[in-house]
């Protein structure tokens, strides 16, 4: 069963299943879930720009149309301070999105649990889209022509598609 397909009933209740067989089996069960970690939009899902950009939203929402991306899969939080509030965990296990750009963003963020950053738990748990660093080499930021490179070795490497 797919997991894009699975209510939080089925998992449950899969996990309880193998539970009750053994803890190999449990093992085993939480092993092919990661295996699916993250549910495949087929790279047509949103791309997230997650952190202070010194870009302009229309230009970045320009170029992905050029490349054949609707602006309707971009999405833009770039408020450093609405930031602060903003849910991390909901785009674990989200198919809706395929890549996350992050830039200069606060430490502390809803969900971050025992990480050091927001950053480092969308990096290490598993059912996070793939997550790119904005940097200019020195620190976190995101130009112009940065978020274009990104855009373009993501269309070249299949983790998101132009339709």
Do not use: W
């Amino acid at each position: 069963m797919e997991l894009a397909l699975m209510t939080k009933d089925d998992l449950v209740n899969g996990i309880k299943e193998a539970y009750c067989c053994s803890m190999e089996r449990l093992k085993a069960y939480v092993e092919d879930m990661l295996q699916i970690k993250q549910v495949s939009s087929g790279g047509l899902g949103k791309i997230l720009v997650l952190g202070q950009a010194a870009i302009k939203q229309q230009q970045a929402i320009g170029y992905c149309k050029s490349l054949g991306i609707a602006k309707e899969r971009l999405e833009f939080c770039c408020d450093y301070s609405s930031l602060k509030k903003h849910d991390i965990g909901r785009y674990q296990y989200n198919s809706n999105y395929s890549l996350i750009i992050v830039s200069a963003m606060p430490h502390s963020m809803k969900n971050k649990g025992s990480y050091s950053s927001s950053i480092a738990k969308m990096e290490q748990e598993p059912g996070f889209p793939p997550i790119v660093r904005a940097s200019n080499g020195n620190s976190l930021k995101l130009s112009l022509s940065g978020f274009k490179q990104i855009i373009r070795e993501k269309l070249d490497d299949g983790c998101i598609a132009a339709a």
